[in-house]
């Protein structure tokens, strides 16, 4: 590759210097987006874990709500950044979700989460995460907790309810930087 993958990650709340740190490890150019205008040029977007009421309110106020909704390079929400893109926010992924939807009043807990493809199961961190409700037909699922879906890829989306950025497995995020760099060369 010629040049670095350059990945924005939106910096408006919430865990986006962890991703940075990830996305640095595995090689990237990382660049935090706050208005519209850090969007051109970047290769992919992380849309990170935090309150997605604070960050679509955020969002809204610096116009990066269309901004993203025009935004065409892979998109990766980690929690929030799931609920954020859902029908009922922004709208760019088939999939409703119920929010702090796991286990009772205390519902941060830790799980090992199965993948699809059969490889060794991933450490799951759950924060008061969404629970996928209703996914559309075209989305498919790569990781399951107690059978059903926690990572999900639709096309250049890939949505998780757990945190990859808190852990030393760097599994999710080479699979997105994977995501991009196809992207990137279907498009050059
Ligand atoms: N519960 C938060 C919300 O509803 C998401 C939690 C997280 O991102 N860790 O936005």
């Known amino acids: 590759m010629e040049r670095p993958l350059n990945i924005g990650v939106l ?10 740190s990830v996305l640095r490890r595995l090689g990237a150019k990382v660049s935090e987006v706050r208005l519209p205008e850090n969007l051109a040029d970047l290769d992919g977007l992380v849309i990170p874990g935090g309150e997605s009421t604070t960050i679509m309110h955020m ?20 929690c929030a950044g799931m609920i954020v893109l859902d029908r009922e926010h922004l709208g ?11 286990g009772r009043q205390v519902s941060s807990f830790e799980a090992e989460v199965e993948l699809a493809d059969g490889g060794p199961s991933l450490h799951g961190i759950f924060i008061r995460a969404p629970r996928i409700r209703e996914l559309g037909p075209d989305i498919e699922v790569l990781a399951e907790l107690d059978g059903e879906p926690v990572l999900v890829r639709d096309g250049r989306f890939l949505l998780s309810s757990f945190h990859p950025e808190l852990t030393e497995d760097t599994r999710v995020h080479r699979l997105f930087l994977d995501m991009v760099e196809e992207a990137a060369r279907v498009g050059a």
């Open 11 to 20: 910096a408006l709340q919430g865990a986006f210097r962890e991703h940075g």
């Open 59 to 78: 969002a809204r106020l610096y116009g990066l709500d269309d901004a993203i909704r025009q935004f065409r390079e892979p998109v990766f929400g980690t």
């Open 92 to 102: 760019l992924v088939d999939l409703e979700v119920d929010r702090n939807a796991y």
